[in-house]
């Protein structure tokens, strides 16, 4: 598998936002009317961000990562007040990034290529990353409503080290440490 470097002058920015609502559609979908003006937002907000990878395999693409650290975190763009109000929502649940941590806040797999392996990899990836470039944690969250995520991550070894919730969203905060230091 390769990422690249998700660029709207080279990628399909519908395609990407399309993954990006799969990934919180129930959040998408009560601020907007439907999956189609959902992802149009979406796609108007995408720039150029090296947090955003898009996954291929053999050349074709499988997929949408987003990956960041407290330092470096995605490009933000307000094009949209109800994507402006995703972002606030996604505040107070979402983990609580430190200096040393590698954030794993989106993995999208393309529908057709789902139960084939690839988030595991993906994940897996990510975590050798995170090793080789000398990370103290990989952290992620899974939504309450989703319990086979919970399991998944569980069984990859991450463990819930927080829960929040608020306005009846909640997310396991979860978290493997690679290194104490």
């Known amino acids: 598998m390769e990422y690249v470097t998700f660029d709207p002058q080279i990628h399909d920015a519908e395609l990407i936002a399309a ?10 979908d009560k601020l907007f009317d439907s999956r189609k003006k959902a992802v149009s937002a979406i796609a108007k907000s995408l720039k150029k961000d090296e947090c955003i990878k898009v996954i ?34 996604d505040h107070f649940v979402i983990c609580d990034i430190k ?35 000398g990370y103290r944690r990989v952290l992620l969250d899974a939504d309450f409503r989703n319990p086979k995520a919970k399991a998944l991550y569980e069984s990859m070894g991450f463990k819930v080290f927080n829960k929040k919730s608020f306005l009846k969203r909640g997310m396991y905060n979860m978290e493997l440490v690679i290194s104490e230091n």
Do not use: W
């Open 19 to 28: 993954y990006r609502y799969d990934v919180d559609f129930r959040t998408f």
């Open 99 to 133: 200096k040393g941590d590698l954030y794993i806040a989106e993995i999208a797999i393309d529908e057709s290529q789902r139960s084939k392996g690839y988030g595991t990899k993906v994940i897996n990836d990510v975590i050798e990353y995170a090793r080789k470039n």
């Open 56 to 89: 291929y395999d053999n050349g074709n693409i499988i997929g949408m990562l987003m990956i960041y650290t407290q330092e470096k975190k995605p490009k933000t763009s307000f094009k949209s007040l109800k994507l402006l109000i995703v972002d606030i929502l």
